[in-house]
């Protein structure tokens, strides 16, 4: 029990920050030494509105117990609200966030929907910067890269009178 507190205190500093950081999970496992926590079972990760769940969810972090990175694996769906404000939510095999770069890469069977307007992304790699609100799409195994989006149709002015 002093061995997990031991561990989880560290792990708790990364809450005080911003954000709370919130993971649930049916398993835990953590070392220490190596910045490693692993959580496993219906996993489920939320930090402000975004919110991360998946079979598996590592968390790397560096020396000073500040995360590097999160790679999520198995099932996974994402829900994304970028500084922009604006809303995504999808699915893929594998999603790695890096903190620093406020950047998320989606792998496998990604699907991608920007909830405001629409805007749907399907392909193998998917990377959003939630800062600059960016999105790149592409394919890895020759599989099109496929976007869906609603179209405004302009209508036609009425001749004045």
Sequence with gaps: ????????????????????????SDNFQGDQQKGISVFTGNVKTTKGQDELN?????IYT????????????GDVSFYIVTELKEVY?????????????S?????????????????????DKV?????????????IKGEPVIMTFTLEEKKP???AK
């Design 127 to 139: 990377i959003v910067n939630t800062i600059k609100g960016q999105a790149t799409a592409e394919s």
């Design 1 to 24: 029990m002093i061995k997990l507190i031991s561990f989880l205190l560290p792990l708790s500093m990364l809450v005080l920050s911003a954000e709370e950081l919130k993971v649930i």
């Design 54 to 58: 998946a079979s598996k969810v590592t």
């Design 103 to 123: 950047e998320y890469h989606f792998y496998k069977k990604v699907d991608l929907i920007r909830v405001d307007d629409y805007r749907r992304v399907r392909g």
């Design 62 to 73: 560096d020396i000073n117990k500040k995360p590097l990175k999160y790679v999520a694996e």
């Design 89 to 101: 939510k999808g699915k893929s095999l594998i999603a790695v966030y890096y903190p620093n770069e």
């Design 157 to 159: 002015k009425s001749p």
